[in-house]
């Protein structure tokens, strides 16, 4: 019999578990003490509890932590992890350290459904949606553990499809008896499922971001298959109804194609598209992909595209590019990982 993980587990669940094994309620607050506070690596460590009731639960249950099978280390100070899940699968983290700050981007999925024209992941096909506890494994098995300062939801899969287990990792993160991290250090990306985005506005204070890449519909079509279920226009005009302002942030994804996204035809149709919508966009450098038709933007042209958006009023940035000489982009590592394994 497999044991069952208890990392990843919420604090109700927990008490479901405990109840069940015929143990007092309180058990649960104390398992998720050791979890996600004491960080405790196996049962036997919860000292608090009796030496009897940890021999109880551990006929059942496991910590469950996953260590990362293989680490890449860039010249610029990005790592990516990756880690394995099921048999055969493997998903990535990056975990990028900047001067004030420390990022972990994690994946929610083995592979992806979505089938977006630029995405390595994709590529994949979908494998298998992460438990709770194998997304936020990301964050505590790697030794930069304490170092992280913010996480996004931007690795390999596509988070609004796996959304139960998303929002179980975002609470465990969020939670005062969990590790008690503030929502503002925790963004969600999203392609735009309109049901779970509306879920996710609801039941989360976690900053959303939008993968937009273009506001014209056949565009969209071509680049992003989803755009023919749930077109940008309805994602956007659902973000206005459901976002309420305060310290939730929403911004918008922009990966840049040259000659295909990048004119001043673009400009404007964002501008129309965001126009009155507190928000900011982000702008990233396209690095290309196996058999990828698309190339990426030059440097100079997303300059003149970035002041043209805050000239309308739309704040917007530029991501700078972290980890290109050790395959950082989603999907690219595990891509290689599957081929050598098969």
């Known amino acids: 019999m497999s044991l069952i993980p208890l990392y990843g587990k919420t604090l109700s669940e927990l008490t479901e578990i405990v109840v069940a094994e015929g143990l007092l309620k309180y058990t649960a607050a104390q398992i998720t003490d050791w979890l996600y506070h004491k960080d405790v690596d196996s049962i036997d460590q919860m000292t608090n509890l009796s030496k009897k009731v940890r021999e109880q639960l551990s006929v059942k249950y496991t910590i469950g932590l996953i260590a990362p099978e293989q680490v890449s280390e860039s010249a610029d100070g990005t790592k990516k992890y990756l880690f394995p899940t ?5 998903v990535e983290a990056a975990y990028i350290p900047e001067t004030d700050r420390a990022t972990l ?19 994949q096909g979908f494998q298998g949606h992460l438990t709770s506890g194998e997304i936020i494994n990301q964050l505590r098995s790697i030794p930069e553990f304490r170092n992280v300062t913010n996480i996004v939801y931007m690795g390999m899969g596509e988070p609004f499809d796996n959304l139960d287990n998303v929002l179980k990792s975002t609470e465990i993160l969020t939670s005062e008896w969990g590790m008690g991290w503030s929502p503002k250090r925790v963004t969600v990306s999203s392609i735009g499922l309109i049901p779970a985005l509306r879920k996710f506005m609801e039941q989360s204070n976690c900053h959303l971001a ?16 989803i755009q023919n279920v749930y077109p940008i226009a309805d994602v956007v005009a659902e973000i206005r109804k459901t976002f309420k302002g305060g310290q939730r942030r929403v911004s918008f994804e922009y990966i840049m194609f040259d000659g295909i996204n990048d004119t001043p035809k673009h400009v404007k149709e964002m501008t129309k598209l965001l126009n009155g919508l507190e928000c900011r966009v982000n702008l990233i ?24 958006l805050t000239s309308k009023g739309i704040f917007t940035t530029i991501r700078a590019s972290r980890g290109q000489d050790i ?14 394994r098969k």
């Open 86 to 90: 099921g048999i055969n699968k493997f």
């Open 105 to 123: 981007c994690v994946s929610s999925q083995a592979g992806c459904k979505m089938g977006c024209l630029f995405c390595m992941t994709g590529k």
């Open 210 to 225: 939008i993968s937009l890449h273009t506001p014209f519909d056949e565009e969209r079509k071509m680049l992003m298959p």
């Open 285 to 308: 450098r396209f690095h290309t992909i196996p058999d990828s038709p698309l190339r990426g933007t030059a440097d100079a042209k997303m300059l003149e595209f970035r002041d043209a």
């Open 327 to 340: 395959q950082a982009a989603c999907g690219l590592l595990s891509t290689k990982a599957l081929i050598e």
